[in-house]
């Protein structure tokens, strides 16, 4: 009888583990993780490219910031200057686009890869690849 259990047991953990690794939301990953997709989204980023240019280039460099509230903000800099965006955040219904509002307009991105440390997304106006690192 106990060896029954362990081995249903055994065969009910195999299951699980085949299932989170199959249940990706995002193409690029993570396979599973334990935090949600906005604690996973919140905090400072860094944008290190948009598709073949790199950042901090030239005296560029870009930053976003999201809060789990839905509060966004998108900064620029070069040198001394620096300009910002403030604006709202929020995911599609099937959390696969992230959706942002600012300076009255709807940028939408496909979310790539969404770990707490690094953020790949598409843009649908641009279709390049936008790729991120938490600071």
Do not use: H
Request: net charge negative; aromatic share 18%.
């Amino acid at each position: 009888m106990i060896d029954n259990r362990k081995n249903l047991l055994l065969a009910a953990s195999v299951i699980i583990a085949l299932n989170f690794q199959s249940c990706s939301k995002y193409e690029e990953g993570p396979k599973f993780s334990l935090r949600t997709k906005a604690n996973r989204l919140k905090g400072d980023w860094e944008v290190v490219r948009i598709g073949n240019q790199m950042f901090p280039s030239g005296g560029y460099s870009l930053e976003m910031s999201f809060e789990k509230g839905g509060d966004f903000s998108f900064n620029y800099s070069y040198g001394f200057y620096s300009y910002g965006y403030f604006g709202e955040w929020e995911f599609s219904s099937d959390k696969e686009d992230l959706r942002l509002f600012f300076d009255n307009e709807l940028q939408t991105f496909e979310i790539l890869r969404l770990t707490n440390k690094e953020l790949w997304m598409e843009s649908n106006i641009s279709n390049e690849e936008w790729r991120l690192e938490a600071k």
